[in-house]
């Protein structure tokens, strides 16, 4: 099972959008609704801020949001934050039971 | 947030064995992901609530092994034949019924494999 593809590093200014993409094929990404993303910031532990490309968890600001088109999930972060300030990881379900992360991307708040 | 506490960190040489630990509140869906030093997490397998059920990851068959004690609702990451490339953060996540997504972390337990 080969990760998913993200971009390497995305940056923006306080105040500004953001969106990360992260693709994979129609076994993971393209088949279903079961993409999440993680937020890990420096030196902690990876957390969940959207499940089924766009659905928040309590207590997760609604200046993150979600999409999928075809086998292309995106991520993005409205009236970006130094907090924001992070790196990000999708994950998906896989058709065949597995799941799936993608590359990681690296953001930076400028 | 539902806490999930791992075992310590370990270093130990290449070839060798170690089991890591993860104290869950029961009857939960739970995961491993590893994290390399500097790298992106990587998916490694789920273990069912009862512990009756287990998939991994096709890179990790034949080396590594999930177990869990019920009785102590604790899920177990058995690595052997460790190589260098096995150094990495293990993570326990919690999958809440069947969501499809990590909702909680643990910790993070270290290992070091080095000679």
């Known amino acids: 099972q080969s990760a998913l593809t993200q971009p390497a590093s995305v940056s923006g200014s306080p105040g500004q959008s953001i969106t990360i993409s992260c693709t994979g094929t129609s076994n993971d990404v393209g088949g279903h609704q079961y993409v999440s993303w993680y937020q890990q910031l420096p030196g902690k532990t990876p957390k969940l801020i959207l499940y089924d490309v766009n659905n928040r968890p309590s207590g997760i600001p609604d200046r993150f949001s979600g999409s999928k088109s075809g086998n292309t999930a995106s991520l993005t972060v409205s009236g970006l934050q130094t907090e924001d300030e992070a790196d990000y990881f999708c994950?998906?379900?896989?058709?065949?039971?597995?799941?799936?992360f993608g590359t990681g991307t690296k953001v930076t708040v400028l | 947030q539902v806490q999930l506490v791992q075992s310590g960190a370990e270093v130990t040489k290449p070839g060798a064995s170690l089991k890591v630990s993860c104290k869950e509140p029961?009857?939960?869906?739970m995961h491993w992901v590893r994290q390399a030093p500097g790298q992106g997490l990587e998916w490694m397998g789920v273990v069912s609530p009862p512990g009756t059920w287990s998939l991994l990851a096709q890179k990790f068959r034949g080396r590594f092994t999930m177990t869990k004690d019920t009785s102590t609702s604790t899920v177990y990451m058995q690595l052997t034949s460790l190589t260098s490339d096995d150094t990495a953060v293990y993570y326990c996540?919690?999958?809440?019924?069947?969501?499809?997504?990590?909702?909680?972390w643990g910790q993070g337990t270290l290992v070091i494999v080095s000679s």
């Open positions: 994950n998906s379900y896989t058709t065949s039971g597995l799941y799936v």
């Open positions: 996540a919690r999958e809440e019924e069947t969501t499809k997504k990590f909702d909680d």
């Open positions: 029961g009857l939960n869906w």
